[in-house]
Each structure stands twice: as structure tokens, then as C-alpha cells.
Nanobody
Framework: VQLQACGGGVVQAGGSLRLFCAAS????????MGWFRQAPGKEREFVAA????????AYADSVKGRFTISRENDKKTVTLQMNDLKAEDTAVYYC????????????????????WGQGTLVTVSS
């Protein structure tokens, strides 16, 4: 299994970025997908998650209304659209896969996720 995240970069506050995560070596539609982030000197935290069948999503309060997670099962990709970025959004962003049954609720706990990408750095300048 491999998760490849990309799309990070440097952006000014108020700007937008779109992160992508491409999966391989897995039956993508059997996994809920999540994005987590780790800021310098801080623990990794939950950002957003999407159900394996795309029927619901979850967001951290800090990004709700600004970030949107989506997925395309046929392409085995998950996307995080980030708008109105703030300096506090600066972090390394990781995509992760959680192997779940169809009725399982979305998890915000990183230990529930089975596979992780390598991370992509987002820097928001104020």
C-alpha cells in the first residue's frame, strides 16, 4: 500500500491550496480517508475525513467552512481544498487510510488509520 501526497507549498494568508493524495496497492473504496497535520513543535492533529463511499465528511472545528475534503474512488484519489488559509494552518499535511466496514463512523483518531502518506508541507505567510 502506498499513499502519495502532494500539492503543498507557500501561500499568503487568505490564499488557497489544494492537496492531493493518490493511493495504490489497496482497494480504495474499502477505506475511509483522512487528512492530518503536524505544525512545528506540536502533535499531529486531525483535519478532515471522508467516508469510504463519500456519503459523509468530518472536519476539525479550526478548518470547518474553509477546507473541503473529497474523493474519487475510480481514480483512487482524495483531495483537500484549503481556502482562506491562515498562518496557523502552517504544517506538514498527511493523508491516511482507515480500513473500515461500510457502516463505521468516521474516525478522528490517528491510531485508527492503517496507512499513511509521507506528508506535504504547507506554509502560510502572514
Amino acid at each position: 500500500v502506498q499513499l502519495q501526497a502532494c500539492g503543498g507549498g507557500v501561500v499568503q494568508a487568505g490564499g488557497s491550496l489544494r492537496l492531493f493524495c493518490a493511493a495504490s496497492g489497496m482497494t480504495f473504496s474499502r477505506y475511509a480517508m483522512g487528512w492530518f497535520r503536524q505544525a512545528p513543535g506540536k502533535e499531529r492533529e486531525f483535519v478532515a475525513a471522508i467516508h469510504r463511499s463519500d456519503r459523509n465528511t468530518a472536519y476539525a472545528d479550526s478548518v470547518k467552512g474553509r477546507f473541503t475534503i473529497s474523493r474519487e474512488n475510480d481514480k483512487k484519489t482524495v483531495t483537500l481544498q484549503m481556502n482562506d488559509l491562515k498562518a496557523e494552518d502552517t504544517a506538514v499535511y498527511y493523508c491516511a487510510a482507515d480500513h473500515v466496514i461500510l457502516t463505521a463512523p468516521l474516525s478522528r483518531t490517528e491510531t485508527d488509520y492503517n496507512y499513511w502518506g509521507q506528508g506535504t508541507l504547507v506554509t502560510v505567510s502572514s
